[in-house]
């Protein structure tokens, strides 16, 4: 039994993310993985990511994963990290091209052109460390502080349709959607797999949990 399946389609850190999770769950049998039968089998997903997201939609496809992803996406607890949250929905601005659409909602870039209230720009990409505020008591934040930092590197982000997804904000200047949640499906756009404790405990939370 695969406990936990690491997607790779060519795009993603995926060794943080691995290691990241068998430091939390190390009695876990924990496969990254390029074919769609593994996926299929696996018990819980994790669909990490980084890059431009049409290289990421591309290489998806080449790799005949698409489906797999949509599946088990809709019928396993599965995560998504960065870009793998961000090809959840149904269009990005970033090259203009189609997200998977499991969810609904566009993803979009940060303003060139931003401040911070000492009036210093602010740069683009977003990379570093900033806090997350949780809007719901979901069982991911477990044992996470309120405003716990995790670490960013992105210039996009998601805007859901419907604000019933949204599990927590950032701010940058003003405060994005940094977590989603649906039923089985949980999303972030910090890496936990480089947020030290506080990812950790993402994670392990993400490994114990039974939607």
Not at 41 to 68: H, I, K, N
Not at 159 to 168: E, Y
Not at 169 to 195: I, R, W
Not at 203 to 208: A, E, T
Request: glycine share 8%.
């Amino acid at each position: 039994m695969i406990d936990v399946a690491i997607v790779d389609y060519g795009m993603g850190n995926l060794r943080s993310v691995e290691q990241a999770l068998r430091h939390v769950a190390p009695e876990a049998n924990i496969v990254v993985t390029d074919e769609a039968a593994v996926i299929e089998q696996a018990g819980r997903v994790v669909f990490p990511g980084q890059g431009a997201m049409p290289d990421c939609m591309r290489e998806l496809d080449a790799r005949g994963l698409r489906s797999a992803v949509v599946h088990a996406s809709r019928s396993k607890p599965f995560l998504g990290i960065c870009i793998g949250l961000q090809m959840l929905f149904e269009h990005s601005a970033e090259g203009d091209v189609a997200g998977l659409g499991v969810l609904q909602g566009e993803v979009v870039r940060f303003a060139s052109n931003m401040q911070d209230a000492q009036g210093h720009k602010l740069k683009v990409p977003h990379m570093g460390w900033n806090q997350v505020h949780h809007l719901t008591d979901h069982v991911l934040w477990d044992g996470i502080d309120q405003d716990a930092r995790f670490y960013y590197v992105h210039s996009y982000y998601v805007k859901p349709q419907v604000d019933t997804l949204i599990q927590a904000t950032s701010d940058y200047p003003q405060p994005f959607v940094c977590a989603v949640a649906q039923e089985n499906l949980f999303g972030v756009q910090f890496h936990p797999e480089k947020s030290q404790a506080a990812g950790l405990k993402l994670l392990q939370n993400f490994v114990q949990w039974n939607p």
